[in-house]
């Protein structure tokens, strides 16, 4: 599966990706906003995380700003499922492409594929400390759950506490609708 927007395309992992990944993650500021990235962060990481198993049903994407060259590696989005069994949104920018509004863009693309999916809903969650997350949930139309949860950080070496938003599919779907 792949998912085309305005400025960037999203598209699986491929293993001559893992160079470019591990260049565009291997930043501390962005790995520890993450719960499942080692800190530092290498080639062989990014090898083992394109080679690892993916769950068919959930889209996973590498997210490529289309250039008037070849497409740059700018970051990851995707759905995965939850211990719990709910499907969660998940994403990263990579620092140098903060603030462009990329992650936004890349999600609502992710959201809309949540949605031909037929899920009926998402959650999300960001690290406390990493507010401008919690400013792209908002965009989507998350709405914040009034929990908060700690959450493991690979790169923090601990837990740390988020902020759990859920976004109702089926509430959007009527919205378009109506």
Known sequence: MFARTERLLLRPGWGED???LAQAIADEAVVRNL??????????????FLAGPRDPALPAFLIFQRTPGAPRL????????????AVELGYWIARAHWGQGLATEAA???VEIARALRLAT???SHFIDNPASGRVLDKLG?????????????ARGGEAMTRLFQLSL??????LAA
């Open 108 to 110: 609502t693309a992710l």
């Open 122 to 124: 998402l959650e999300a």
């Open 142 to 154: 998350f709405v914040a759950t009034g929990l908060s949860a700690p959450r493991y950080s690979c």
């Open 18 to 20: 893992a160079a470019a």
């Open 35 to 48: 719960s499942s990235v080692p800190w530092p962060y290498a080639t062989a990481d990014a090898e083992a």
């Open 170 to 175: 089926a509430e959007g779907e009527q919205a």
């Open 74 to 85: 700018v970051g990851a989005c995707g759905l995965g499922r939850r211990p719990s069994g």
